[in-house]
């Protein structure tokens, strides 16, 4: 640590020291997990960070994110865009996460950058970016996007032994030795070190992205005979079949294997292992900032980039779906001005934490581009904000041209099957979904771009674990408005995302702009240009 804080300390000397009044600035810092849900009990082992964030502060109840896939997600959080306005579509190159193209046309443009450029602020990243950062053909790990003051990137995807970080662009390769490579404990310590040795003389951003509680699950060692007891959530919609949905839901086996029951009860219980050190990162975080008289005058946001699911509608371990498990996050937020022990049930997304972070540093919102909103009135209580009732989730499908070779029968297009032949996506598994939460509907509206045309629609008051599509039975006219919004907000950018939705009193409807000969639409991502 002391060789990390001694080159830490050499880059800082040489970081422009800002004015005095900038210091006096809130601080912000964002922690970012990989694939932790909320709604199977996602937040349940982490007792330090309930206590030290959510009961410090306040709980967002209806946290989402736009697309339930970690390279989307991670792009909407950084540029507060939805997919369509920022183009990552899956977690490839071809999907342009961590493309070149992304780096010319998005990076410059994220809220880090508009921090540390436009606001002064010096900006520190540790842990996962995007899911193909580092690849030779974007750059590799020399690649430090713009925006970043101090730079400890995770090459490619999560892991927690034997990974390669991007220091500020140049390559360090760690082992697997616990005590100096276990990832979640070395981005701990490389935010303790930042702490200690940054500028005092301007505030400060800081995003720490774990592995943790993604595959493979890896646990610290003191941690691998927890929740030895503990099994996955057996709910209403765990393993059974999910009739009157997509051909992707109803294709899985039901009821599932028991060796499919086993796997996913072992990995969710080795994913609750993996976030016992994030919770030990937030402790050590939240004691220095203590230590450096800095506590009161930083905000910290907890959140994930996706949910999961483990065995519902007999999907047995992914993310990807449509459904509240995995499109619904954990949103912990503590921090000046922000009363202790609250919630909150507005419907809030992650394309909502840059303008946020923006807001709070005092950048104009009306500069940028973004789609989402400031949290700023939310987390100060004002009781007079006009909130959203909706918002956009969108998804293009991943899929091979040829069949997997061991599910010939499943023909082209799937992707990541298990050995009985359960495939947790398709090529089109491509869909757009309305999520409305006003004060009388709590309703999701589904379309996919497939030659079914298939919609879903579920109402979450009277079925919150939607194991009921209503598309058939909802009223006509509910139906014909929501296949309108949906065609708004798949083409909205900047203000004209946040119009009014269905069911709120500003809302207008021309019914000659509905159903045309080609009947309801779902636009797919590739066909725009990038």
Known sequence: MVARGLALAALLVLSPAGATRQARRPNVVLILTDDQDVCLGGMTP???????????????????????LCCP???????????????????TLEGNCSSKLWQKIQEPYTFPALLKTMCGYQTFFAGKYLNEYGAEDAGGVGHVPPGWSFWYALEKNSKYYNYTLSVNGKARRHGENY???????????????FLEYKSNFEPFFMMISTPAPHSPWTAAPQYTKSFQNVSAPRNSNFNIHGKNKHWLIRQAKTPMTNSSIQFLDDAYRKRWQTLLSVDDLIEKLVKKLELNGELDNTYIFYTSDNGFHTGQFSLPIDKRQLYEFDIKVPLLVRGPGIKPNQTNKMLVANID???TILDIAGYDLNKTQMDGMSLLPLLKGDKNVTWR??????YQGEGYNGSDPTCPGLGPGVT???????????????????RTLSTTWDLQYCEFDDREVFVEVYNLT???????????????????????RLMMLQSCSGATCRTPGVFDPGYRFDPRLMFSN?????????????
């Open 46 to 68: 982490l007792k330090k960070t309930n206590a030290l964030i959510a009961q410090m502060g306040i709980t967002f109840l209806n946290a989402y994110v736009p697309s339930a």
């Open 73 to 91: 997600s991670r792009a909407s959080i950084l540029t507060g865009k939805y997919p369509h306005n920022h183009h990552v579509v899956n977690n």
């Open 179 to 193: 005590s100096v490579d276990y990832l979640t404990d070395v981005l701990a310590n490389m935010s303790l070190d």
């Open 353 to 355: 934490l840059g303008p």
């Open 389 to 394: 009732s909706d918002f956009l989730v969108e």
């Open 416 to 434: 990541h099957c298990f050995p009985d032949c359960v495939c947790e996506d398709s090529y089109n598994n491509t869909y757009a979904c309305v």
């Open 462 to 484: 009277a079925d919150p674990h939607q194991i009921n599509n209503i598309a058939k039975t909802i009223d006509q006219e509910i139906l014909e408005k929501m296949n309108y």
């Open 518 to 530: 080609h009947g309801v639409r779902a636009r797919r991502f590739s066909a725009q240009p990038l």
